[in-house]
């Protein structure tokens, strides 16, 4: 079975399946120590981003769902990403069992609404194709990411570690309410 990356259009955004051309920016965000600041803490190499960015390619592939490329709309330049995965991270089954939730955005871009809009955006398409739970896990000192999870309708689970990193393990059964 074929499997293609739906585009999404927002009023500022695009979401996108990454391409070939579009690597150099994806492993130059990954670079970025502001990127990695709460993922990890450590830049990923080209060869890591490489990696990532063919796991993405093949996670839509074998599973139907993956991370987008973000791109603004006024000028294609991708700013982050934003989309779903199955991280297999040995969290216990209630995490571990459903799609994991996961955006990045620039930092220049931050501040402006897009990362909410990028993942608001995923996650109505996620709604209408694979309804269902969803996951999320945020480092315990990101904050902002914290609220944006919540702003989509994740409630926290538990606190743990990962990879010796505080963290915020997070569910969200379906969409919030809307008023």
């Known amino acids: 079975m074929i499997r293609s990356t739906p585009t999404i259009n927002t009023s ?13 920016r994806f492993a130059e965000i990954w670079r970025n120590p502001c990127i990695v600041r709460h993922i990890g803490g450590k830049p990923r190499s080209r060869g890591e981003a490489w990696d990532s960015f063919l796991r993405n390619a093949g996670h839509w592939q074998m599973a139907g769902f993956g991370q987008w490329a973000v791109l603004q709309q006024s000028n294609r330049l991708m700013i982050g990403q934003a989309g779903f995965f199955y991280g297999n991270r040995s969290l216990g089954d209630d995490f571990d069992s459903f799609p994991e939730a996961g955006w990045i955005l620039v930092p220049e871009a931050q501040g402006q609404g897009l990362g909410f809009e990028a993942a608001q955006a995923a996650h109505d398409w996620f709604d209408r194709i694979m309804p269902g739970p969803l996951v999320a896990m945020v480092n315990s000192a990101n904050s902002v990411s914290q609220k944006l999870a919540q702003k989509l309708g994740y409630t926290v689970m538990r606190e743990c570690k990962y990879n010796d990193t505080p963290v915020v ?5 379906g969409p919030p309410a809307r008023l």
């Open 12 to 24: 500022r955004l695009m979401l996108c399946g990454m391409r070939p051309e579009d690597f150099n």
């Open 169 to 173: 393990l997070l569910r969200r059964n």
